[in-house]
């Protein structure tokens, strides 16, 4: 009979421990957000990330043999970033009839979340890596890992940041914008898309459906229009 | 599915490869996403052939974040001595942002229809 210890040391370095681990933490964190009514604290992806760095922590796992198991999960950001083209795809009616505003909202905000950032940052005297992580904070995850990773950025602090503004941009949303008395719901949609990316976007569905289309339009234009200017605004940051 | 997939993974292979070929600073991916879009238009039958597969990884997007997310595990030391600062810079970007989007859209369409 073979002692839990050596059984433990053939699992440890195998890749299915960790794939296994991944799918079950983020089901875990599924189930989590949907028992709380969908709630944007209560990101799966958060809840899935802290349950995972608990268990590697002590289990006494590093990064590299998690990642081992986990990077089939990971190569997946690829396709999924090329299926982000079929929201933009079924959208483009409505793109063509808002055209003009639509443009303007994206680049002004598009522009507002990576110089605004970018500025903060470094008057807090943040290092060249962090100020190139944040960089692409408010693009949807799978594309601001790939930008944060062509920028010398650190692509697993990106992906922490991306999750971190996309809650906050869900919880602060709806508020800030009837203090600001929008009512436009495509003006509303839009903007959340653009600054919060899918978490945004999830939570314009939930509160309109026209909201939801435009935040769709504006997290998938935003995605291809960071890719552009990223590297442009923070090259003045060198 | 697997056609379908197929299909997926052509556009991203055809991305990157233009990327690096032409020297872009556009990830691979975000190629291939603009490239989908242009053959959805071009051949609206494409899309319905995609549509079940680009549904099952949409609703499924934020699992394949999870494994970059856990990477910040190696990260920690600083996040505790400047989580102050990236908080603040993250917030208020973000608030800027939405309030910025919002306005211009409003701006730009006063006088267009609702």
Redesign the interface.
């Known amino acids: 009979m073979t002692t839990p210890a050596l059984i433990w040391s053939y699992l440890s370095q195998e890749p299915l421990l960790w794939l296994t681990a991944?799918?079950i933490?983020?089901w875990l964190g599924d189930r989590f957000f949907r028992a709380t009514g969908r709630q944007s604290w209560a990101?799966?992806?958060?809840f899935?990330?802290i349950l995972?760095?608990l268990v590697?922590?002590v289990t006494g796992t590093t990064?590299q043999t998690?990642?081992e198991g986990?990077?089939f999960?990971?190569f997946?950001?690829?396709?999924?970033?090329?299926?982000?083209?079929?929201?933009?795809?079924?959208n483009?009616h409505r793109v063509r009839r808002?055209a003009?505003?639509?443009i303007?909202?994206?680049v002004?905000?598009?522009v507002?979340?990576v110089l605004?950032?970018l500025l903060?940052?470094r008057g807090?005297?943040?290092s060249p890596v962090?100020l190139a992580s944040?960089a692409p904070?408010?693009t949807?995850?799978?594309?601001a890992?790939?930008?944060a990773?062509?920028l010398g950025g650190?692509?697993?602090?990106?992906?922490?940041?991306?999750?971190?503004?996309g809650m906050?941009?869900a919880i602060?949303?709806t508020p800030?914008?009837n203090l600001?008395r929008?009512r436009?719901w495509?003006?509303?949609g839009?903007?959340?898309g653009?600054?919060?990316h899918?978490?945004g976007t999830a939570r314009a569905f939930q509160v309109n459906e026209t909201a939801g289309a435009f935040a769709s339009i504006?997290m998938?234009l935003n995605?291809?229009l960071t890719?552009?200017i990223a590297?442009l605004l923070l090259h003045l940051f060198r | 599915m697997i056609p379908a997939l197929a299909i997926l993974l052509s556009f991203q292979l055809v991305g990157e490869v233009v990327a690096r070929g032409l020297g872009l600073p556009l990830p691979g991916p975000v190629i291939g996403l603009l490239a989908l879009v242009v053959s959805c238009s071009l051949r609206p039958p494409l899309a319905e052939r995609l549509r079940p597969v680009v549904q099952g990884l949409l609703g499924n997007l934020s699992l394949f974040f999870v494994p970059a997310g856990v990477g910040v595990i190696a990260h920690v030391g600083e996040f505790r001595s400047d989580g102050l600062a990236i908080a603040i810079a993250l917030t208020v970007s973000t608030a800027l942002a939405i309030g910025v989007g919002a306005i211009v859209f409003r701006l730009v369409a006063r006088g267009g229809d609702e």
């Open positions: 991944t799918l933490a983020y990101n799966p992806v958060l899935a990330v995972l760095a590697l922590l990064y998690y990642f986990a990077q999960v990971h997946m950001l690829g396709p999924a970033t090329v299926a982000l083209g079929m929201p933009l795809y079924e483009l808002a003009l505003p639509l303007a909202a994206l002004a905000g598009s507002t979340a605004s950032v903060i940052a807090f005297g943040l962090m944040l904070k408010s949807t995850a799978p594309v890992i790939g930008i990773e062509n650190e692509p697993t602090i990106t992906a922490v940041l991306v999750l971190l503004t906050f941009g602060i949303a800030l914008l600001l929008i436009d495509r003006a509303r839009l903007a959340v653009v600054a919060a899918g978490i504006g998938g995605a291809v890719a552009i590297p």
